[in-house]
RNA sequence: GCGGAUAUGGCGAAAUUGGUAUACGCGCUGGUCUUAGGAGCCAGUGGAUUAUCCAUGUGGGUUCGAGUCCCGCUAUCCGCACCA
């Protein structure tokens, strides 16, 4: 028979269906396991190659855990609000509902033509009432608990299109769409306080078992840094506040730094005599990114505030302070003191303004360069912290400072709020009114969902409000607390609201009284295993983190951390190497790899293709190789020999196959799993399997290939399904072969082998070794001084010439 | 700039975590079968001046032994808060 595998792939995708083989049971008296992708993003372009990555990966782990013996649940669903529904919705007058429709639909059938193992009968679409309306719920449960608060923040502002743009719409400073100048505008924002959580999001990771490198890269992203907060007075009476780490160089601090959008510098604009330059450069300021402003190795730019002086709290001088756009508004107080002698960039800047460089700790040659190492130098020109380590002058001046109600010791966080409004449609409508006697009052809970209205036009409106402003019926609402005239907030919420607890409703996906109930939190407990992108690392997995400690926090879960497990994947690039885009033509579309070989190929291949957690570029070339080995499969498996287990020729290799790809599968290391498989049905071919040995076969290959291999368990009238089989367990003892070849080494360079008993002991091994011709040879010149003995690896003789 | 990572044949990669570098696959070469081959099967395949020597981005170091550990370079990729 051939392997018709576009006729056997549908063939079992329909029975596992109807047998319901991978519903997820909320009562069952299995041991649960919940096994989670992050959900796609249904956009237009359908779904690509990379997709199947970590939904395969999963999709593994998934059908090995059930084989094991687990309840699992295996979760799908659609992160469906977002910017390109939105802006295809804008440029087709389509409405974005039934783009999402669309492209869920489509989505859908490309999933299943994969073969997943999803639960289907619990999916999850962000954009569907029934669950905006418990986003909208926790949200105003923020409110309420204070978490939530309005504020002015600068945002991206395209002078052209009148509206407030995604740090990703502006490229190269202008517009992504019209190509018009962007500039940095004061906006009033829907802010989150993840802040109030920074610290426990940095404890709680230390009980996780996250990927090392993802654990760093949250708390790097969080930022704690320790230092003290020290007051400065100035000339004009107000008080400035810096931040700083170094606390111990205030002595050497000669000037003062603010950013450009400091409220004091603002503040103090009739006392400059340098007015018209302060003004240029906030201006100039304005039109860069954060990310622009410090990119560049680029010479320090800045403009002194002539008329205004600081006073060194310590030395008592007075010393001139800048505005600079290396100084970053978002970080800290705005402001900082400088001290050119020991940070690089003050350095930078000191000797592009000619300003004075003071060294304070001893160690380096702050006439070179900046000295900024805190473990070898001593304090000097420092009056009273003469003469002490870094260390100690940190504590001894904090106390100082507060002692005289100076400055503080402060804790500070890189981590800066969430701006968690947005002025476009395609979002969940926040649930608030504001009322000119009440100010902010949440729309009571028995009313939500607050429904997205229908509306003529998805852009936005001149002033950059959001296209829901303009329906003047919806917007003006009573005020559920007085009663009187009150107006809807018009914003919407980013995307991230959606993804940030959906996790949650997957467990209980129906549920009109809870976003989940307490019974379902209680059986699935965390996420087990959560495999996503890299790229998600600091927002998605810390908002999401956030969100459900305040939800635990609230009584709503009973644990504090939302998932057990977190790997990452890489990503597929082109057959060059470059990432696949649509604008580089480089897409490639899973519907051709199944038509041509079949979702069992694209499945084997995508896991084949190199070490998972790294990027790895396509070839269309190298697909055929997985499809060569299934073919050698169906060959080898379609008539095997009859045998209740395994030949004693083939024994060691099944255990050790056995075992070689449940380890690597738990270790995410899939490439190498299938490799294994590949020598074993390579070998196997050499002599005919039996029917044990292609029992075992299809079971550890069935997570990667689901489809062939319940194919041909069927024909060999194996009992059941393939996908309920067990997972094969091993014999350690029985995996080694009787003889081994071990390398010889003379002085470390490798001479030749000798084959040796596999237990064999060093006494034994440097016999064998002795014995060998070449050996004898080498031994007649040179006098053997030292033997290094492996044991079933190497013997490494030490000579010298005689 | 800040943060995270990577570098091994013509290509994707592997290496029991300090012990025979290049498993597995692609590609390529030769053979075979065939009316035909862009199918299948068999053999070969890191390089060279081949009894040996040289090879894991690059320069040092530690070690009996280094792709793996340490120090210094170089190059590349990802993220940077309103993309998802």
Redesign the pocket.
């Known amino acids: 028979m051939k392997y018709d595998f576009t006729a056997i792939e549908r063939k079992w995708q329909n029975i596992w269906d109807e047998n319901k083989c991978f519903s997820a049971l909320n009562d069952s008296n299995k041991t649960k396991y919940y096994a989670l992708i ?1 959900f ?2 249904p ?1 237009g372009e359908g779904l690509h190659v990379g997709h199947p990555r970590p939904y395969t990966a999963m999709d593994i782990i998934a059908r090995k855990r059930r084989m094991q013996g687990y309840n699992v649940l295996f979760p799908i669903g659609f ?8 802006n295809y919705a804008i440029k087709n007058h389509i409405h974005p509902k039934i783009v999402t429709k669309q492209n869920i639909k489509r989505f859908t059938e490309q999933l299943k033509m994969l073969g997943f193992s999803f639960d289907w009968s619990r999916t999850v679409d962000t954009t569907d009432p029934d669950y905006y309306k418990w986003t909208q719920w926790i949200f105003l449960k923020l409110f309420k608990n204070g978490l939530a608060y309005k504020s002015k ?1 600068p ?2 502002w395209c002078t052209s299109c009148k509206c ?7 490229v190269g400073g202008v517009c992504e769409r019209c190509g018009a100048q962007v500039i940095r505008r004061e ?1 009033s ?1 829907w802010m989150l306080r ?1 802040t109030d959580y920074a610290q426990r999001l940095i404890d709680d990771l230390e009980g996780l078992d996250y990927v ?3 654990k ?2 949250q708390k ?2 969080i ?1 704690r840094s320790e230092g003290a907060e020290v007051n400065f007075a100035t000339t004009a009476g107000d008080i400035i506040k810096v931040f700083t780490t170094r606390p111990d160089t205030l002595f050497g601090a000669t000037y003062m730094v603010m950013s450009p959008e400091h409220k004091l510098v603002e503040k103090w604009m009739p006392l400059y005599k340098n007015q018209d330059k302060i003004i240029l450069y906030k201006e100039d300021a304005s039109k860069k ?3 622009e402003r ?4 680029k010479e320090k730019t800045g403009v002194c505030l002539e008329g205004v002086m600081a006073v060194n709290p310590v030395t008592g001088g007075q010393i001139p302070i800048y505005i600079s756009d290396y100084v970053l508004a ?2 800290g107080t705005g402001c900082i003191m400088a001290v050119p002698g020991h940070d ?2 003050d350095w930078e800047f000191a000797r592009a303004f000619n300003l004075p460089i003071l060294e304070v700790v001893s160690g380096g040659n702050v006439n070179e360069a900046a000295y900024t190492d805190c473990d070898t130098g001593t304090m000097v020109n420092s009056g009273f912290l003469d003469g002490l380590s870094v260390d100690q002058a940190k504590l001894k001046i904090v106390e100082w400072l507060k002692a005289r109600g100076l400055g503080d010791p402060k804790v500070n966080f ?11 449609y ?1 979002g969940e409508p926040i649930p608030l009114v504001f009322c000119e006697k009440c100010g902010w009052v949440p729309i009571p809970e028995e009313q939500l969902p607050v429904l997205l209205p229908d509306v003529e036009s998805y852009e936005t409106t001149e002033d950059g409000e959001s296209p829901l402003s303009l329906i003047t019926d919806w917007v003006s609402a009573v005020c559920p607390n007085c009663g009187g005239a009150a107006k809807r907030e018009t914003d919407t919420m ?3 609201a959606g ?1 940030s607890w959906y996790f949650l409703r997957y467990m209980d996906p129906d549920n009109t009284k809870a976003p989940v109930s307490r019974e379902a939190a209680d059986y699935w407990g965390m996420v087990d295993w959560y495999n996503g ?8 997995l810390l908002y999401s983190r956030f969100w459900h400690k305040f939800l635990y926090d609230i009584g709503v879960v009973p644990f504090p951390e939302p998932y057990a497990k977190r790997t990452s994947h ?2 597929i690039l082109g057959n060059t ?3 696949m885009s649509k604008s580089r033509g480089n897409v490639v579309n899973p519907n051709d790899v199944v038509n041509e070989y079949g979702a069992d190929t694209l499945r084997l291949y995508i896991m ?4 998972f ?5 396509w ?1 269309d ?2 697909v ?6 299934l ?2 499969v169906w ?1 080898l498996c379609e008539a095997p020999s009859h045998g209740k287990s395994y030949s004693a020729e083939h024994d060691p290799i099944m255990n050790r196959t056995i075992k070689k790809v449940g380890d690597d599968i738990e ?1 995410i ?1 899939f ?2 799993a ?3 498989m ?2 074993l ?2 070998e196997l ?2 002599t005919g399997a039996n029917k044990a040995e292609v029992k075992t076969l299809l079971t550890i290959l069935s997570p990667f290939a689901p489809h062939i291999c319940e194919e041909l368990w069927e024909m060999n009238s194996f009992q059941g399904l393939c996908c309920q089989a067990d997972w094969p367990s091993y014999d350690e003892k029985r995996m080694h072969e009787m003889e ?4 010889v ?1 003379v ?5 030749t ?1 000798v084959t040796v008993p596999s237990d064999a002991d060093d006494d034994t091994m440097l016999d064998a070794t002795l014995r060998d011709d ?1 050996i004898r040879k080498v031994l007649e010149s040179f006098n053997l001084i ?1 033997t ?1 003995s ?1 044991k ?3 013997v ?1 003789l ?1 000579v010298k010439p005689k």
């Open positions: 992050e796609p993003y956009s992160d469906a609000f977002g910017l390109p529904t939105e923040i945002v991206n407030v743009l995604a740090n990703e719409e502006v906006k924002q993840i090392e490198r993802i760093i890269q790097n992203w930022g990114s954060d990310f410090t990119e560049l190795v978002s970080y690089e960039r890189k981590l800066r709020d969430w701006v968690f409004s947005r002025q476009r395609w980013p995307q991230w993804s992108g890299m790229e998600h690392t600091t927002l998605h890489g990503m190497g470059e990432k084949f293709i190199g070490d957690e790294k990027a790895a570029p070839s070339t190298a055929k190789g997985c499809k060569r080995f073919d050698k060959n270790n290391k490439n190498t299938i490799a294994a590949m020598t049905v390579n071919s050499e081994k070849q071990i390398a080494q002085n470390g360079k490798l001479r082998t070449k030292k290094i492996v079933g690896r190497l490494n030490i």
